[in-house]
């Protein structure tokens, strides 16, 4: 059977597991990045489901599954606005890890030692989170797909990923692996990386429309991401089911 798990990938991340909620540990750059893709990702679910912002729960209602959960980094801030939110991950020391700090943080988040193929579509979701995750999948078009079997009519998907461009290279690979140390040495595969036009092409094979494209640039004077249209390195694609 087609798998989208990579074990050598699910091995990698499951020797740092313990680290998830450390925040000046090995994953301190995606704590540093956490902000602005929440951000991004609220706002687009507001505007598109035409949610006001008026109380701490604006969420509620929404069925929210987060692909390649990790330790639950994205899954928390989710369940503290109020959505019903789904984690899974192919590691089960990632999940473990990702249990035990949500019930010491008292939410209901419901965490799963899975891939997307082999979780029951007969689930559907509003909105789909894969952040990070499709550099690390085994078979990204297989991914894709079983996104999509998850995913409500008219539902929201979220794709964060690398560009594979030489920009890239030398930042995410050269810089922030080798030369700043933010990441283990071997935490990424440039190979693996996806340029913006091919993951376009999945998700519309998909019937999955893009209605948004961004890339995130991170600040080196202000420690900070922001927005931008430099999607050269890093980037993200709201997409809807059509």
Known sequence: MSTTINKEEIQK????????????GKFKPLHMFNPIRIQYITENIQNYFKIKKNESNYLKGLKILDIGCGGGLISEPMSRLGASVTGIDASEKNIAIAK?????????????????ENLNDFEKYDVILNLEIVEHVE???LYIQSCQKLLKSNGLMFTATLNRSLTSYIK?????????????????DWNKFIKPEELENYLSKEKLVTLDIRGLKFNPFTSRWKRSKDLSVNYIICSQKN
Do not use: C, Q
């Open 172 to 188: 995410a690979i050269i810089g922030a692996e080798y030369v700043l140390r933010w990441l283990p040495i071997g935490t990424h």
């Open 13 to 24: 991340f499951s020797r740092l597991a313990e680290e998830w909620w450390d925040v000046n």
């Open 139 to 141: 078979n990204v078009e």
């Open 100 to 116: 035990m700090h949500s019930k010491e943080s008292g939410l209901n988040i419901d965490y799963i030692s899975t891939s997307p």
